[in-house]
C-alpha cells in the first residue's frame, strides 16, 4: 500500500479502478479518455509500482 501512495496522482485512480476489477473498457468510459491513454497509464504506474518497490527492498 505504501508504495501506491507514492504513485504521481494521475495514475492512482486507473490502478484503483483495475484492482476493483473494472476492464479497461469500462475505465476509459468512467474517466471518458481514449482506451489507448488507459493502457498507456495503467502501463506507467504499474512500472512506477515496480521501481518504488525494487528500491525499497534494497534499502531493507
Same mark, same amino acid.
Given at each position: 500500500m505504501? /508504495? +501506491?501512495k507514492q504513485l504521481p496522482?494521475?495514475?492512482?485512480?486507473? +490502478?484503483y479502478q483495475r484492482?476493483?476489477?473494472m476492464s479497461l473498457?469500462? +475505465?476509459s468510459i /468512467?474517466?471518458? +479518455?481514449? =482506451?489507448?491513454t488507459v493502457?498507456?497509464?495503467?502501463?506507467r504506474a504499474i512500472?512506477? =509500482?515496480q521501481r518504488v518497490l525494487r528500491s525499497s527492498e534494497l534499502k531493507d
Open positions: 505504501r /508504495a +501506491i496522482q494521475k495514475w492512482k485512480p486507473f +490502478i484492482y476493483i476489477q473498457e469500462e +475505465i /468512467a474517466n471518458q +479518455i481514449p =482506451l489507448n493502457k498507456s497509464r495503467i502501463h512500472n512506477h =509500482l
